[in-house]
């Protein structure tokens, strides 16, 4: 079977910082580990995919070799058989204990010298809607979210107030239990502690044990002038509290734009698609345009035809990097009058009169091949 993209693999873009790797490389192997997935055989090879896509992508050579060459530009470049590979074998090829913040074990003995480090926490998303004015300008708002911080019972401990963690009956504290046996064994985190060593015999009563409770809060964010749909805006620190004390992750705002009535964007132009009668085409005339500033008076020249476009320059949205603004294209489309009262229909008639005794070249030209099609078959 074809391996796919590395970069689809981890959901990312060919132009994501290394930062940006290890971050989506993190979540999905959280997501599809095989404790939270026991027996799941499809989340198992996920994990493999995942596993194999970070390792090229991670090694600015590797992914160099990659970019330039596809899967083909990583034979013999000392690329490791996930498909053949346990998750076990995969555990001891990355230092997943400092890649996942200590969430997951890695040996034994680095998973007892970690237990207590200080991790940081998860990163949150929401979303926001802007109109195209706000993009126009830029915008601050007052984003509302549900985050899980630290319950104020316990500090965060979980435990009764009074009480203390213990050790962990089932892998005396090591976080890690093992499975097999013989020469073959295989280390995985502590179903019952959950990897940490230590259980709690008294639950808080507030949290339940979690240490986390939910927690309403509101901040302000300031949109940039130019952004564009589903792009993320980051706010340091806003995300849920980390472990042992470690820093709180952060909160990505992204962005959805909410549909104008008579507004489109592309890129950093704006459409409008505007209607003319015909007498206003043929004679030509000026209309009042929709723009983000209200209406703008729009010259049509005479001759004008069903789909020609105009340029109001300086009228699109403002470019996120440069600031420079994109111009508002107008396009116009030709009603024709369904009802005509007796005078209309007569000045019509005189005209179509009129216009048979002066066709034009390239008309004769279309009705003449037209004729000759037909009389021919």
């Keep these: 079977m074809d391996k796919r993209d590395y970069?689809?693999?981890?959901?990312?873009?060919?132009?994501?910082?290394?930062?940006?790797?290890?971050?989506?490389?993190?979540?999905?192997?959280?997501?599809?580990?095989?404790?939270?997935?026991?027996?799941?055989?499809?989340?198992?090879?996920?994990?493999?995919?995942?596993?194999?896509?970070?390792?090229?992508l991670s090694d600015g050579e590797k992914r160099k070799r990659y970019d330039q060459f596809g899967h083909q530009g990583l034979s013999g470049a000392g690329m490791h058989d996930f498909?053949?590979?346990?998750?076990?074998?995969?555990?001891?090829?990355?230092?997943?204990?400092?890649?996942?913040?200590?969430?997951?074990?890695?040996s034994h003995s680095r998973r007892s010298a970690h237990q207590n480090r200080a991790t940081r926490g998860?990163?949150?998303?929401?979303?926001?809607?802007?109109?195209?004015?706000?993009?126009?300008?830029?915008?601050?708002?007052?984003?509302?979210?549900?985050?899980?911080?630290?319950?104020?019972?316990?500090?965060g401990s979980g435990c009764a107030k009074g009480t203390k963690p213990s050790q962990c009956p089932t892998c005396k504290g090591s976080g890690q239990v093992s499975r097999g046996g013989g020469f073959f064994q295989m280390l995985s985190s502590c179903p019952q502690c959950r990897g940490t060593g230590k259980v709690i015999k008294t639950h808080c009563k507030k949290c339940r044990g979690t240490g986390k409770v939910p927690k309403k809060r509101v901040v302000k964010i300031k949109i940039p002038a130019g952004v564009h749909e589903g792009q993320g805006i980051r706010v340091s620190s806003e995300g849920e509290p980390g472990q042992h004390g470690g820093p709180r992750g952060d909160l990505y705002c992204y962005v959805r734009i909410k549909p104008h009535e008579f507004l489109q964007r592309d890129g950093n132009n704006l459409v409008a698609l505007v209607p003319i009668?015909?007498?206003?085409?043929?004679?030509?005339?000026?209309?009042?345009?929709?723009?983000?500033?209200?209406?703008?008076?729009l010259k049509i020249p005479a001759g004008t035809q069903y789909g020609n476009i105009f340029r109001i320059k300086g009228q699109g949205l403002p470019d996120i990097r440069t600031g420079r603004s994109g111009d508002q294209l107008v396009q116009v489309t030709i009603e024709t009058p369904a009802k005509l009262n007796a005078k209309q229909r007569e000045l019509l008639e005189e005209f179509a009169k009129a216009e048979n005794k002066t066709v034009s070249p390239k008309s004769t030209g279309f009705m003449d091949k037209l004729k000759k099609y037909f009389g021919n078959n």
């Design 83 to 106: 498909s053949r590979m346990n998750v076990e074998d995969i555990f001891g090829m990355f230092d997943l204990d400092n890649l996942f913040g200590g969430v997951f074990g890695g």
């Design 277 to 297: 009668s015909f007498t206003q085409a043929t004679l030509g005339t000026t209309i009042d345009v929709p723009s983000l500033d209200g209406t703008k008076k």
């Design 7 to 56: 970069y689809e693999v981890l959901g990312i873009n060919k132009t994501a910082s290394a930062d940006d790797i290890k971050r989506a490389y993190r979540r999905l192997a959280m997501k599809y580990h095989p404790d939270k997935n026991s027996g799941d055989k499809e989340a198992e090879n996920k994990f493999k995919e995942c596993a194999e896509a970070y390792e090229v």
């Design 122 to 155: 998860y990163d949150l998303e929401t979303s926001v809607e802007l109109t195209l004015n706000d993009i126009a300008k830029g915008a601050e708002k007052t984003i509302e979210f549900t985050r899980q911080d630290n319950c104020g019972e316990c500090g």
